[in-house]
């Protein structure tokens, strides 16, 4: 298991790509550590008010790298994208696990969606622009979906240390 030091290390004199890529990979690994070896039961379960739980986190982490890099950064057309759970009436779908869906199948979805982010990004510079549909610029995709994967992998180690009292990463 590396730790965030020894993170920090492997890239410090690194180029800021490599550092970006290299946080955020192991952001992204922390998450679905931390809901590894729960059961489906506990993986819904919320030890919080909000309902916040360990499969929904990740399966919320899964459109944020959705909308950040294959729908910003990519321009993938939405009709060639998969279909978004949360509605109007519903727009916190993506933060729960419903009953059809297992947790191993919503990690393995997050990790794909991941390896594409990677594949997508590696095609343009750190600072290429993309115009959203209210015609704004925006430079600033990867760090979002960095800060994003921090806020939920710390929620997760929360989760799960009041799941289960494992702690650490």
Known sequence: ?????????????????????????????????????????????SPVPTGTNLGGLIK????????????????????ELPTPPWTDADP?????????????DVIGAYQA???R???IAAQHSLDYAVTTPRGRELTWVYLHV???TARHAGHADILREMIDGSVGD
């Open 117 to 119: 982010s990677r594949e």
């Open 1 to 45: 298991m590396t730790r965030p030091g020894e993170i920090l290390g492997s890239v410090f004199a690194a180029s800021e790509r490599e550092q970006l890529e290299t946080f955020l990979d192991y952001l992204r690994d922390a998450v679905v550590r931390k809901a590894r070896g729960v059961s489906e039961e506990d993986a819904r379960r």
């Open 92 to 104: 916190e779908a993506d933060l729960r696990l419903e009953p059809n869906e297992k947790l191993d």
């Open 60 to 79: 919320h982490l899964r459109w944020v790298e959705l909308g950040g890099f294959a729908e910003q950064i990519g321009q993938i057309p939405a009709a």
């Open 146 to 148: 960095i800060v994003e």
């Open 113 to 115: 969606e991941c390896d």
